[in-house]
C-alpha cells in the first residue's frame, strides 16, 4: 500500500474514530476521496445510532453525587445495555455532568431535565460519542433530588449500589465513624432509621403474616415466642438502629452513634 493512502486512512480515522479496517474498506470504495468518504462514514454511523437506540437496556448502574457548595446532593439510576461502559470516561463524565446540572438549578424531576437547553444539547453529543465507541444505549431511569441544612456523605459500591446520609454534627465529631455508618447502609440496605419509622401498614401486614405461620397446635406461650422472634427478625432486617454496626458486631449501631454524637436525619440507598 502507498504510503499516502496509509496518511488518507490514518487522517480519516483520526476524524470519525472509526476503526483502521473500516476507513480502508470505505476509501477503496469513493477510490481514495477523503471527503466522499467521510460523508459515506458520518452516514453509516448515524444509521447505527438510530438502530442503537431502539435496543433494550437490561442493566443498570447507579451514582451519587454531592454538591457541598449548594448542600445538595443527587443520587441517579442509569439503565445501559453492558456493564462495561461505567468505566469510559465519556460516560462517566456524563453522569457527572448530570449530576452536576441536576444540583445546580435545582432540578426535581426527570420531566424537567429533559426540557433542559443545556442538558438536552450536551446529551446528544455524548449519546453520540458512547454509541459510536460502544455500541451502547443509555437511558436515566430515575433520580432523588436532596437538599438540607445540615450534612451529607455518600458511598458507591462498584456503580451497582449507592447511598447518600444525611447526618448532624456534634461535639468532638468522629468522621471515620460516619463513614463507616455509611458503608453499613450500603451492604444491609435497611430500610428505616427506627422502628416508629415503619408505617402501620406495612407492619400490620408483617405481624399477621407471622400470625399466619405459627402452627396452631402450639400453645399460647410458644406462638408468643415465635412470634416475639420473628418481629425482632423483621425489626433488625429493616431498621438502621436495630442493626449490629458491621465492623463491631458486639455494638448496635443505636449505641455506635449515641457513643459519637452523630445524629442520623435520613438516608438514601438506590440498587
Not at 476507513?23 to 462514514?41: A, G, H
Not at 444539547?121 to 460519542?129: F, G, L
Not at 399460647?220 to 433488625?236: A, G, R, S, T
Request: charged share 25%; with cysteine.
Amino acid at each position: 500500500m502507498l504510503k499516502k493512502n496509509i496518511k488518507i486512512i490514518k487522517k480519516l480515522r483520526s476524524k470519525t474514530q472509526v476503526s483502521y479496517i473500516e476507513c480502508k474498506k470505505i476509501l477503496i470504495k469513493t477510490k481514495w476521496n477523503f471527503k466522499k468518504s467521510k460523508k459515506m462514514l458520518k452516514l453509516l454511523l448515524g444509521k447505527k445510532i438510530n438502530k442503537i437506540t431502539f435496543n433494550k437496556t437490561k442493566n443498570f448502574i447507579t451514582f451519587s453525587y454531592i454538591n457541598n457548595l449548594f448542600n445538595i446532593s443527587v443520587l441517579i439510576k442509569i439503565k445501559c445495555q453492558n456493564i462495561i461502559i461505567i468505566e469510559n470516561y465519556f460516560f462517566l463524565k456524563y453522569v457527572k455532568f448530570i449530576s452536576k446540572i441536576i444540583s445546580e438549578n435545582k432540578i426535581y424531576n426527570l420531566n424537567i431535565l429533559n426540557k433542559y437547553k443545556i442538558y438536552k444539547k450536551y446529551i446528544k453529543n455524548i449519546n453520540y460519542k458512547i454509541i459510536k465507541y460502544f455500541n451502547e444505549n443509555i437511558i436515566i431511569k430515575y433520580f432523588i433530588f436532596l437538599k438540607t441544612i445540615n450534612k451529607f456523605i455518600n458511598y458507591n459500591h462498584n456503580n451497582k449500589i449507592s447511598t447518600i446520609l444525611e447526618y448532624k454534627i456534634k461535639n468532638n465529631f468522629n468522621k471515620n465513624i460516619i463513614k463507616d455508618i455509611v458503608l453499613h447502609i450500603t451492604a444491609l440496605k435497611p430500610k428505616y432509621i427506627l422502628k416508629k419509622n415503619i408505617p402501620f401498614n406495612i407492619l400490620n401486614k408483617e405481624k399477621n403474616n407471622i400470625i399466619n405461620k405459627i402452627n396452631s397446635k402450639y400453645n399460647n406461650n410458644v406462638k408468643l415466642k415465635i412470634f416475639n422472634n420473628n418481629i425482632k427478625e423483621f425489626y433488625i432486617n429493616n431498621c438502621l438502629f436495630e442493626q449490629n454496626f458491621i465492623k463491631n458486631i458486639k455494638y448496635k449501631i443505636k449505641n455506635i452513634i449515641k457513643n459519637n454524637n452523630i445524629e442520623i436525619i435520613s438516608f438514601y440507598i438506590i440498587y
